[in-house]
């Protein structure tokens, strides 16, 4: 039999650990609420807009007096995304991957610890400065507003989320693999290619889809670089359509079908981002599994 | 004055459906009625080559006010079907943006409800202000059961100075008669963005009072005595709805596609006028005698006009005088020169009130001194 005293204790300990895991349970579930009211209130608004016309026209504008209202749709403003986010993505990847590379593979010297801390301000850094920064260096000196500024702004964003979930992914990758890689007769470069990226591949997976959430829903660095199109627009080198910025543009509009199809393209863009943090829990998971 | 309205009724009666007509048009090859309008871009021959240009698509971009938007797209995709070679962009940025992409250099052209200051017309030297539609800023208010309510610039001003804080002030109840005004303070909504809508509205108010010229002034964004701002029309519009006693100022289309009361504000004959197509080009029409010679020119408080309305204004599309695309700029005076002279039935259906013939014969003229390399491109039918 135990002394009543500790008893005593042990029960105190149990009710204030009941206690704290029912705080934290709660404070989880409140941080959710957010998401689920803004899931379900975007959803309620948006899912009206969606019909056929919605993903298969471009803009139509809106004729007062006539009989039939033709309301057109996003589809412009998808392609658009589409094609920004993706050319961000070809030049944002390598970038970021083989920075990621250098801070975790090299011995830490002053210039690692300049990009490290460079990375850092830059993932803090406003996207509209971003933004404007594109403005004067790429729009004002080509003379016209293209996709590719909008691109080159979101490299700037994407790239450190890269760079540093690489670097931490490479850490976790023991380092008895890259010794057993080098007793082997591996050389460095070698090592890296075949032993240690493979370990971490779903990782630097994970921290690519992540930024490329991140950039598919930025607003404020296109709004100065891309100017927007109410045509279907492939050349890269000017105006095109986006789906955030089709969504901040609509609500102005004084037309009810317009506010509609800008809550319309909003639940798209929610969506789009809900399957890329689908996908990164997906490969997260298998890195686990495996 | 009444020629804008026959050109309109002609054209309403060339056409069974907007729509088929200009396609069916297009379709023959030929456009009789806009043929005038391309011999116009090329000097040698007044016709139309059916087969234009083989240069592939022209595209043009540009930017500003927001205001006339909604006619600069309809205006766009109608002239897409008679000319489907030229892919127009227009992006509804405001005032403030497009002069500045305007002066950037960075479209083909600007867009602005308020005309480029001096300094800024220093930055670009022959810029030309080409003025398409007539458009009015509508004061709507937030007063349940109160329809109809009238008001003079100078109580307009007092209230946004913020002398006036009640509706029930005798000077409000002085101009409403018919109505007995209620017990509620005034909440006073402004623009919080650059934008023309507010230039054209404090260049009001700065004429009508000398307390509003003095203190606040005139500008796309001023510093407000009282009240608080709303982001956009969209932003004045939502503030108004959901403030009770509220007063405010957007673009007339949104007045009317939302339906918010407007105040009829008493013009210099003393008559409280609601805005109207009628009203707003009365306006313009008030100014005809000294129209300056390149259309930078504010028509609010205009002199003359039994049932003017007052807060009205030209838009503007910006346009450099000397070019360096030849085909681009050849596109653009087609589409402008199109939307002026064919497209102010669709204008009117949208109540943008189309600009009165001695304006839009000044317009024209401006439109011949675009030059590419030193060469004149365009030269308006006779």
Known sequence: MRPASTMRRYRRRTYINRFMLVLTVGSTGVALIPLVLILAYVFQQGIGAWDVQFFTESFRPVA??????????????????????????????????????????????????????????????????????????????????????????????????????????????????????????????????????????????????????????????????????????????????????????????????????????????????????????????????? | MANPGDRAERYLGQRTSRRGFIRGAAAAGLLVTAGTAFGGCDPDSAEVDPDAPDTGDITLTGSGATFPDPIYQLWIDEFRSVRPDIVINYQSVGSGQGKRDFINNVTDFGSSDAYLTDEEMARVPGALHIPTVIGAVAVTYNLEGFEGIQLSGETLASMYLGEITNWSDPRIQEENPHLEMPDHDVATIFRSDGAGTTWIFTDYLAKVSDAWAEQVGTGTSVQWPVGFGGEKNAGVMASVQQTPGSIGYVELIYSLVIGMPVVALRNRQGNYVPPTLESVQEAAAGYLDDLPDDLRVSITDPPEGEHAYPVSGLTWILLRRERENRAETEALIDFIYWALTEGDQLAVDLHYSPLPDEVLDITLGLLEEVHVDGEQIFRRPD
């Open chain 1, 64 to 290: 007062l007096g006539e009989d039939t209202v033709q309301t057109g749709g996003v589809l412009h403003a998808i392609v658009g995304t589409f094609i920004i986010v993706g050319v961000a993505l070809l030049m944002a990847m390598p970038i970021g991957v083989m920075a990621g590379i250098y801070l975790a593979e090299y011995p830490a010297n002053r210039s690692s610890t300049i990009i490290r801390f460079c990375t850092d301000v830059l993932t803090a850094m406003p996207s509209i400065v971003v933004g404007v920064t594109a403005y004067i260096l790429i729009v004002q000196q080509t003379q016209r507003f293209s996709a590719l500024a909008g691109s080159v702004a979101l490299v700037v964003l994407m790239v450190p989320i890269i760079t540093r979930t690489t670097e931490e992914m490479l850490r976790l990758v023991p380092d008895s693999s890259r010794e057993a890689a080098i007793a082997l007769g591996a050389p460095k470069w070698w090592t890296t290619l075949t032993v240690v990226i493979p370990m971490a591949f779903s990782g630097i997976v994970t921290g690519i889809l992540l930024a490329l959430a991140r950039a598919a829903g930025e607003t404020a660095p296109l709004l100065v670089t891309v100017l927007g199109n109410n045509n279907l627009a492939y050349n890269i080198f000017g105006p095109m359509q986006a789906l955030p910025l089709l969504a901040y543009r609509y609500t102005e509009q004084p037309f009810a079908e317009m506010n509609e199809q800008a809550w319309g393209a909003a639940l798209l863009l929610v969506i789009i981002v809900l399957i890329t943090n689908i996908s990164v829990w997906l490969a997260t998971r298998r890195r686990q599994a495996g």
